[in-house]
T-cell receptor, first 115, second 115 residues
């Protein structure tokens, strides 16, 4: 069951450059997409989200792009900072469930920002 | 800033034993969740809980699992008879309501090791 896929397990970027993390999904019933950041020994932390009716959402250095026709979303971080080094999870919510915002996660991409 | 807390941080148990993982969600949140992450794999949804009952559960959440909100602050996950494959990081999460802007706040996790 791979409804949400992150095909790049790792990414290395120079400080100051753009980081682009990608995510693909298969379920057309997903109506909300989220990105979480996870540091070692901590739980995932919500970063940014986008509704399926939009194609872009921006919050400071973080922008999420959604291409519904391609069932693809991406997270752009610019400029990248060493503190951004973490594992980034893409997650999606399906409105065909009975209730409470159950999230489907990708396998994560480990971002390393090199000073 | 309010946060979700989980205890213990690490639990070691023998196969066949019962374990209870504890969580204290954020105080004004109404929806509660358990997820798990087997080492090297994706975060997987287990169960969601609202209004003192299970809203939704995944295939993983079989009869060996149960959840409870024994008082106004704690939210527990019980595994009745642990198996080796239950070894994982277990994350509790909570959210304020079912809304178009879903934010699930995650705890730091409990690492369960079944020997």
């Amino acid at each position: 069951d791979q409804q949400v896929k992150q095909n790049s397990p790792s990414l290395s970027v120079q400080e100051g450059r753009i980081s682009i993390l990608n995510c693909d999904y298969t379920n057309s019933m997903f109506d909300y997409f989220l990105w979480y950041k996870k540091y070692p020994a901590e739980g995932p932390t919500f970063l940014i989200s986008i509704s399926s009716i939009k194609d872009k959402n921006e919050d400071g250095r973080f922008t999420v792009f959604l291409n519904k026709s391609a069932k693809h979303l991406s997270l752009h971080i610019v400029p990248s900072q060493p503190g951004d080094s973490a594992v980034y999870f893409c997650a999606a919510r399906s409105r065909d469930q009975t209730g409470a915002n159950n999230l489907f996660f990708g396998t994560g991409t480990r971002l390393t920002v090199i000073p | 800033e309010p946060e979700v807390t989980q205890t213990p941080s690490h639990q070691v148990t023998q196969m066949g034993q019962e374990v209870i993982l504890r969580c204290v969600p954020i105080s004004n949140h109404l929806y509660f969740y358990w997820y798990r992450q087997i080492l090297g794999q994706k975060v997987e949804f287990l169960v969601s809980f609202y209004n003192n009952e299970i809203s939704e559960k995944s295939e993983i959440f079989d009869d060996q699992f149960s959840v409870e909100r024994p008082d106004g602050s704690n939210f527990t996950l019980k595994i009745r008879s642990t198996k080796l494959e239950d070894s994982a990081m277990y994350f509790c999460a909570s959210s304020v309501k079912f809304s178009s802007y879903n934010e699930q706040f995650f705890g730091p996790g409990t690492r369960l090791t079944v020997l």
